[in-house]
């Protein structure tokens, strides 16, 4: 962890100031003071979601729960080299690389380094660390993926956050919460996957700030997706014109995201939706009764 990041004051209302008309994400020149720690399940998951936040605000750290490689490489991306190391050594670059275009400094990324689709199995030890963090960048708002069944990492996402808020110590410190938010990724809809939009929480949209990118910002979002070369084949399936954002609503994790199988089922990968709940509820029940008031 780096202890030496600094931030400027915090607004009172970090979402409010972020959807302001005037001086929010959207305008022509954005004043928002709010602190972002955006937690990302993988590498390039931050650019396909929240590059308006990366570019735009100039308080934003990034983290990075697993290393983006698989332990099986038949779920590798078809351009990739080497061994397991060498693949998650190959994401850890073109991150350094997409983000030094947003001007983040390698200081403010980091990353836990689980295995890609295992954060599941290691989620109190991963709360764990994420709290701990949290207690020392202090952010105003916390970026993340929503509970969507796309990716079993991405539902570890949500989950970390929310656990880590809701347990957050600092040694008897008074500690400010973070308002939770999030950035799309993709889930299963009408037996495909849906990238760039939300899914509806409990049949109910939720208000959402939609950023349409000016021409300038989606050729920089394009620039930092390209970086990641490793992950062309994915990453075309995912555009550049607009990017959302929403207050994280309270997930009920026991409960699957929609009806029917989710989209890391129907491909098939080894983690079932209900083993993942089974963990998820696990890891809730050992969280309690130990929120910081």
């Known amino acids: 962890m780096n202890s030496n990041v600094s931030f400027e004051s915090p607004a009172r209302d970090p979402w409010a100031a972020l959807c302001h008309p005037e001086t929010g994400l959207a305008s022509c020149k954005p ?5 972002v ?18 570019t735009r605000l100039p308080d934003v750290t990034v983290v990075f729960l697993t290393d983006g490689a698989p332990h099986n490489p038949k779920f590798w991306s078809p351009d990739a080299r080497g ?14 690389s997409a983000l030094t275009l947003a001007r983040i400094p390698p200081e403010r990324i980091l990353s836990l380094g689980a295995a890609d689709q295992d954060v599941i199995f290691a989620v109190p030890a991963v709360i764990a660390w994420f709290a701990a963090l949290l207690c020392q960048l202090r952010p105003d708002l916390l970026l993340t993926h929503p509970y969507e069944g796309g990716h079993p990492d991405h539902d570890a996402a949500a989950l970390v956050a929310y656990l880590a808020i809701r347990n957050l110590k600092c040694d008897g410190e008074s500690t400010s919460i973070p308002q ?8 299963a809809k009408e037996g495909g996957c849906e990238t760039g939009r939300f899914l509806p929480y409990q049949s109910q949209s939720l208000a959402e700030l939609v950023i349409q990118l000016s021409p300038e910002g989606r050729a920089r979002k394009e620039e930092m997706l390209a970086r990641y070369t490793s992950q062309r084949h994915l990453l075309q399936n995912f555009d550049s014109d607009s990017e959302r954002f929403r207050l994280a609503p309270q997930y009920d994790f026991a409960r ?7 989209w890391y089922e129907c491909l098939g990968w080894p983690t ?11 890891a809730v029940r050992q969280s309690q009764g130990r929120v910081c008031v």
Do not use: C, Q
């Open 256 to 262: 699957p995201p929609h009806p029917g199988r989710l």
């Open 31 to 35: 004043n928002v003071r709010a602190r």
């Open 37 to 54: 720690l955006l937690l990302a399940a993988h590498p390039d998951d931050e650019t396909i979601g929240a590059t308006t936040i990366l």
């Open 272 to 282: 079932t939706g209900a083993r993942w709940r089974e963990l998820a509820t696990e």
């Open 83 to 96: 061994s397991r190391d060498d693949y998650a050594r190959t994401r850890w670059e073109e991150a350094i």
């Open 180 to 187: 939770l938010i999030e950035m799309t990724s993709y889930h």
